[in-house]
Structures are given as C-alpha cells and as structure tokens.
C-alpha cells in the first residue's frame, strides 16, 4: 500500500467520525451539534484532536482515568495557569470535565474519549447573544477564549499521550457555529470591543466555520501556541480583519494571548 494510499485510509476514518461529531460538513443543519455538544447551552464552538484511528479503544475509561482526570485543575500555557472545568463523570464514550451552567445544561466540557480523541466544546463559554436598544438579538462569538481552548486541547492530548499509546498522526477539527452576522468579541487589551465606536469590525458573511489541520505528532508548547494561534488568525480573517486582537495590543501581556480575556 502506499503512503498516498494509507492516508486516503486514514481520512477516511477520520471522516466517518466527523460524522457522528456533525463535524463532517459546515453545510449541515446540525452543524456541531451531536453527542455531548447536546448538552451544552448553545453550541458556539467545538474543538476535536482525532488521532490515527478515531475508532480504537485506547484509553480505558475506569476508576483510574477517572481519578486521573478529576486531578486536572489546570493547563499552562506559557505564563498562564488555564482552568479546566471542574465536574468530572463519564459519558457512554468518553471521560468528562464540565462546567454546569444549570441542572441540565453545560457552559462548556471538555473530554477524552475511548480513542483518546480530546474534544473541548463551548456553549456560553464560546459565546452568547445580546440585544441591541431596539431589542434586536446579536450573536457574539468570543475570540480570546477560543484560541486559548485550541491550545489548552493540544496540551492535553500531550498528557494523554504521556500514559497512553496513542497513534499519530492527528487531525485538529474547529467548528464555529452560527456566525453568519455575529461580532467578534473578548479582545486583548488595546482592542475595541464590539459596540465601542472604534470598532468598526463588519458582520462574520458565513454561516459556520470549519477548519481541519493534519499534525503528524503531538506538538511541544512552541508549536502547540504557534498552532493556536494559527486559528485565531483563521477566525480574525472570516471577519475580514487583518489585526490579530486575541493577542493583547498593550500592557502586561503586549503581543501575547491574554488570559484576562479567556
């Protein structure tokens, strides 16, 4: 077989799980809602890292993992201390993180499946709606904190990595749903936000987003930043903008992402 072969095979896999993900195709009606998405608040943005074989059974979910993942209080990345939702349980697939924003809803999760697939999905926490004095409604997808999930993602699939076998290479999915006429918001510092008179920022013209970026190997910290922020540009540039405003403009965290904001 050869390589051009096996990686038809290997996106073949990662297709048919993008499937169940409603990850597959931005066209869809039920784009990036399925699966643990369901219960999140308001689907804004959904982060997947697919390994080699989305389908194996790599990391056993039991009182180990269990334990294990209820003991992550947070990521660094670089100087910032990122803080993971704090209640743990299991699903039918995967070990879970969330952060309940009522008896039955989620602002937002982020799990590790039987694969050992990381995914991170966003409801309030990726985004939210606000009305404007004549009480029209205005989706605002938050940007800062986006990028800092992408990169939080990527970290963790490193701790997995660590304890468990699992098979590169990778697939990194980001889907953003619902932007067609929503602001950009959660800026750096120095940054206008949406409302301010400065920003004169137009409307997302798309309806989603949806990026996929193949990683041959877990990345370290450099290049898990540089690929996070790889995304934020991506999202800056559907807005139509060429400034790259999750990173801070001014004060303590000049040209880097600011926590304050994620």
């Known amino acids: 077989m050869t390589n051009i072969q096996e990686r038809e095979l290997l996106r073949a896999r990662w297709q048919r799980s993008l499937l169940t993900f409603a990850l597959d195709s931005e066209a869809r009606e039920d784009f990036a809602v399925s699966g643990l998405a369901m219960r999140l608040t308001d689907v804004t943005v959904q982060v997947l890292l697919m390994p080699a074989d989305p389908e194996a059974d790599a990391f056993p979910i039991g009182e180990t993992t269990h334990q294990w993942i209820s003991e992550i209080d947070a990521i660094n990345l670089d100087a910032m201390r990122f803080k993971l939702p704090g209640e743990a349980h299991r699903s039918a697939h995967a070990l879970v993180l969330s952060h309940r924003y009522n008896d039955d809803r989620w602002s937002s999760y982020v799990a590790v499946h039987r694969s050992g697939a990381v995914e991170w999905g966003l409801g309030a926490d990726g985004g939210w709606t606000r009305e404007t004095r004549d009480a029209v409604p205005i989706r605002r997808i938050a940007l800062s904190p986006t990028v800092a999930r992408v990169w939080a993602t990527l970290r963790l699939a490193s701790m997995v990595q660590t304890s468990y076998a699992i098979a590169g ?51 370290d910290e450099e290049v898990a930043r540089q690929i996070a922020y790889s995304i934020g540009d991506r999202i800056e540039d559907a807005w139509g903008v060429k400034q790259r405003r999750y990173l801070a403009e001014r004060g303590p965290y000049q040209g880097k992402l600011d926590p304050r904001r994620c």
Not at 172 to 198: C, H, K, M, N
Request: charged content about 25%; glycine content about 12%.
């Open 169 to 219: 290479p990778y697939n990194l999915v980001v889907g953003i749903r619902g932007t067609y006429q929503a602001e950009l918001g959660s800026l750096g510092e120095g940054w206008a936000e949406p409302g301010d008179f400065q920003n004169r920022v137009r409307p997302c013209p798309e309806r989603h987003l949806l990026w996929q970026i193949e990683i041959e190997e877990l990345p």
